[in-house]
């Protein structure tokens, strides 16, 4: 079946540093590869998402390619804040047959300290 | 509605207590998800539906887990007699149709607390 191998932190690094989580899947056919951001008490929140290989996806300065090759969807980011401080989620969806939902690495609580 | 709301947001119950949680996806919306989130963070996929109809099951405890979409209504997830192991933060996300590419948003989940 499908799976998620992100890893598991936690990861604590100061404002303006890089930011780097790994994130390999899993998958019988070809999925779309999400980052999902959880902050402090709330749900979760879509961060960025790609839909095929090679696809790059971007949103508040955060990136993440689609790497076939590699099954991977690294997540990067080259200036934290400390509003970024969340837990973070790498998860895939499939569409076939009655596969439809997401499956979820265990996430990766970032911590970013002033 | 504009966002997938989740009631009630706490809920205590005894061990062997009944628990009913409620799902108001977003407005046209066909899929509706609910996972679990236990302690460690780690989503447990539980079920889905297409509007009234169960999509997907594969998730769901076979004993004293239940859940129904009825129409007009909003979404629950109903736990009989609760043990202490369930304890955790019940997500529902919904989407709007079948296609990896669409995006599931989610509620605030409902932290459900067996004492």
């Known amino acids: 079946g499908d799976s998620v191998t992100q890893m598991e932190g936690p990861v604590t690094l100061s404002e303006e540093a890089f930011l780097t989580i790994n994130c390999t899947y899993t998958?019988?056919?070809?999925?779309?590869l999400f980052w999902y951001v959880q902050y402090p008490g709330e749900g979760l929140q879509l961060l960025l998402k790609?839909?095929?290989?090679?696809d790059k996806g971007s949103n508040k300065g955060f990136e993440a390619t689609y790497r076939k090759e590699t099954t991977s969807f690294h997540l990067e980011k080259g200036s934290v804040q400390v509003s970024d401080s969340a837990v973070y989620f790498c998860a895939l969806s499939e569409s076939g047959g009655s596969n439809y939902k997401l499956t979820f690495g265990k996430g990766t609580l970032l911590t970013v300290n002033p | 509605g504009e966002e997938v709301a989740q009631t009630p947001k706490h809920l205590v119950r005894g061990e062997g207590q009944k628990a009913k949680l409620y799902c108001a996806p977003i407005?046209?919306?066909?899929?509706v998800f609910w996972y679990q989130q236990v302690l460690k963070n780690e989503f447990k996929f539980l079920i889905s539906f297409q509007n009234e109809n169960v999509f997907d099951e594969t998730g769901m405890p076979k004993e004293r887990f239940s859940a129904k979409c009825l129409p007009n209504s909003p979404c629950s997830l109903e736990i009989q007699a609760t043990k202490l192991e369930d304890s955790a933060v019940y997500f529902c996300?919904?989407?709007?149709?079948?296609?990896?590419?669409?995006?599931?948003?989610f509620g605030q989940g409902t932290r459900l607390t067996v004492v």
């Open positions: 996300a919904s989407s709007r149709r079948r296609d990896k590419n669409t995006e599931a948003f």
């Open positions: 998958a019988t056919g070809y999925p779309s």
């Open positions: 407005k046209g919306h066909s899929y």
């Open positions: 790609a839909t095929k290989a090679d």
